[in-house]
Every structure is written in C-alpha cells, then in structure tokens.
C-alpha cells in the first residue's frame, strides 16, 4: 500500500535564475570515454514512499511551491518552511536517508563537532542515537555516514570518524554502543575528512582523505588518500583489484562526498584539491588522476546525489548546489549549474552531507555554523528535490 503524505507541504521547488559558476573541464579529460557498466541487481537502498502531490503519484511533476519570500523567517528553533525536517542542529556534516513513515521523510543527522547521530524526520523532534567520541580539530570529526547494505535486516549504521589517534570506520546500532571495524587510518593537521557510502554489491566503500601528506594517495601501504572497499566487519572486500587488499582507488586529497547511480554503474566521489575542487568517476583500481570536472574557484563540494541526467553536489562554502549535467557513458555533458543559492531563489546557506530518497528527492544537512551565516533555526535537515527548476542561463567557465 503507498503511504500518503497528504499533499506534500514540505516540497522544494528549488527555481530562480542561475548563477554564474566558475567551473571548468579540465583538459587532460579531453576526449576521454567511458565504458558504462553492467546493469547491476543488488538489493535496493532506502525507498521510501514519495507523496501524492495535487491528486497525482509521486512520480509525476511536483507544483512548484511559493516563493521563499512568502516564508516567514524561523523564529528560534521553530521553522517555517515545511521542507525543514529538523532545526537548532550543530554541522550537519553528514546524512543517510532512512525508510520514510506515515508522517513524511526520515534520516539519520551527524554532527561533524560533536559527534552527535540523530534520527530526524517530519513532525517530530530529533532523537538521539549516539554521541560518538570524536576529535573535530581541522578538518575532523564525524564526517560520514551509510545504512548497512542489509539495514532492513540487521539495522546498522556505519559512521568515519576522527579520534583523538586517528581515523576510523566505526558501526553501531540504537542503544548499543560503537564498535570499531577499521582502525589506523593516518589522521594529520588536515586531511582527516571521510565519506561513506554502499556500493550497491553488499559491500561498504569509505573514502579517506591524505592526513595532510600529498603522496600518501599514491602510497600502496597506506590506507589514507584512498577508496576503501570492505565488507560490513572491515575486512578486504570480495572482489575487490588486488585480493586480500581493501584498496578499491587511489589518489585523493581531502574527499567531500560519495555517491552513486541508481543501478551502481557509476560511482562519483568529490575531493578538495589544492588548487581547486575536483569530481572524480570511479574505478575500480584505477588511480584518480583526471577528473571529470574542476571547479578553481574552490566552492567546497561536499554530498551528492546522481540522478540519472544529473548530479547534483552540495557546496559548503559557496552556500549552492552544483548541478552537473551527464551523459549514460558517465561523462559530463555541460557546464554546471548553481542552484538553491538563495540570492535568486530558495536556498538555505552552507551545505554539507547530502543522501537520495530516491530519485527524485534527496535530504541534504547545513553547516551554517561552521564559518556561515546561520539563522536562529540552524543547522538544519532539509528535503530537496532532485531536478530543480532551472530558470534558464548557464554558468560561466
């Protein structure tokens, strides 16, 4: 039976004119192709009924909403805007999306400083889950999360974490404690952000960053500036390049986000260079040496979301969302877009961890209060569709 949300009041309608970005490809991708991958059929992630909008299914065209002007402004932890599914957070840094409930959208929350896990969604207040111990200085702290591959089975959650020794894939399930699974990935002044996601064949990949040592990515020995590839007890996962060996791709600096396609055919992972911010296609045992796209204007992509026609990445520092138009051999197809900026249209300043509901919405978690401008209801967990308005214009290289 679908569960309906009534008619949906907490629907984005991310419109408005597009700013100009400063993106550019790079051009050691000139001409470089992409085999697409085989259809996969692994177990599905979270899909949580969508609501009906205006008597129609949820996969129909959403109505755009009103205005953001004619929200009011949030009045201490209260907000206004019903695509706010949670208010008077801490950094929301990272975010998975969890099986929907009669009410609306749910997700898991993690707070980068404090270590903090809560369960969100419409209508309710956030429930603590977990206060991880975690070191937050630079770069650190709680900075990724992932449902288990068989969540519905066995309810765990897997979370990167910066300690007071090193980094670490931790997991743990409600009122149990954590449980580390991969420990001694190097931590250093800088360099200590990670991301977590499935891959869609039963195993976990964890993107590390290079703990502030450049050629640490290049270094087969050592776990950091890597793609890990494990199974849920942190060991080298089935099939993985070289056997025996948890090294899924190497070369990364300090990673912002993984995510994936639909069917798991194409991986993308977002990484902060030193020069600029780069969007890597993953693959298997291949050095990520040439990104698909580099944004020198370094606008801080962190999560992200692959649509199908687009990927759209989340930005905490330009305060937008990246929109990234790709063709089916996973290669980019134009110039991105900003969108959600708030200067043309809805937005909602800094955003960090970004999770698909499905393929049409995605929750996506602030870090105004993180170096931004936060309003009294920040941070905040908010509900955003997937394939914004576009409002005409493209951005500039």
């Keep these: 039976m679908r569960i309906r949300w009534g008619r949906a009041p907490w629907l984005v309608a991310a419109c408005g004119v597009l700013l100009a970005g400063c993106a550019s490809f790079d051009d050691r991708a000139a001409g470089q192709t992409f085999e697409p991958a085989p259809q996969l059929s692994a177990p599905a992630g979270p899909q949580p009924q969508l609501p009906e909008i205006d008597g129609s299914s949820g996969s129909a065209t959403p109505r755009p909403s009103a205005p953001q002007t004619s929200i009011p402004p949030p009045q201490g932890c209260t907000d206004f805007d019903k695509a706010v599914i949670a208010t008077c957070l801490d950094t929301v840094s990272t975010v998975a999306a969890l099986p929907g409930t009669e009410s609306g959208p749910a997700a898991l929350a993690g707070e980068r400083k404090s270590g903090r896990v809560l369960q969100v969604m419409t209508g309710a207040q956030p429930t603590e ?113 070289t056997p025996g060996s948890r090294v899924y791709a190497t070369g990364l600096r300090s990673p912002g986000g993984l995510c994936k396609s639909a069917d798991a055919s194409r991986i993308w992972v977002t990484d902060h260079g030193d020069t600029a911010d780069l969007l890597f296609r ?91 401008k936060p309003v009294s209801s920040d941070d905040r967990v908010v509900v955003i569709q997937l394939q914004p308005n576009s409002g005409g214009g493209n951005g500039k290289d």
């Design 129 to 241: 889950l977990i206060k991880l111990d975690v070191d937050a200085t630079g770069d650190g702290g709680l900075t990724g999360l992932a449902l288990s591959p068989t969540y519905s089975e066995d309810q765990l959650v897997f979370a990167y974490i910066t300690t007071a020794t090193d980094n670490r894939v931790v997991r743990f399930t409600k009122g149990q404690q954590a449980k580390p699974i991969l420990t001694g990935i190097p931590k250093g002044p800088t360099g200590n952000r990670g991301a977590l996601a499935t891959d869609g064949k039963g195993a976990l990949l964890v993107a590390t960053g290079d703990a502030g040592n450049p050629s640490a990515g290049a270094d087969p020995n050592s776990l950091a500036g890597k793609i890990l590839r494990i199974d849920t007890a942190g060991n080298p996962a089935a099939g993985n390049p």
């Design 282 to 372: 993953v693959q298997a045992g291949a050095p990520l040496s040439t990104p698909v796209w580099t944004w020198p204007d370094k606008p801080g992509l962190t999560g992200c979301a692959d649509t199908g026609q687009s990927l759209m990445i989340a930005t905490s520092t330009a305060g937008n969302l990246q929109q990234v138009p790709i063709t089916l051999d996973g290669s980019v197809g134009g110039q991105p877009k900003a969108v959600m900026d708030g200067k043309t249209g809805i937005g909602y300043g800094r955003y960090g961890g970004m999770d698909p509901l499905n393929a049409q919405y995605a929750v996506v978690g602030t870090v105004n209060k993180d170096g931004g």
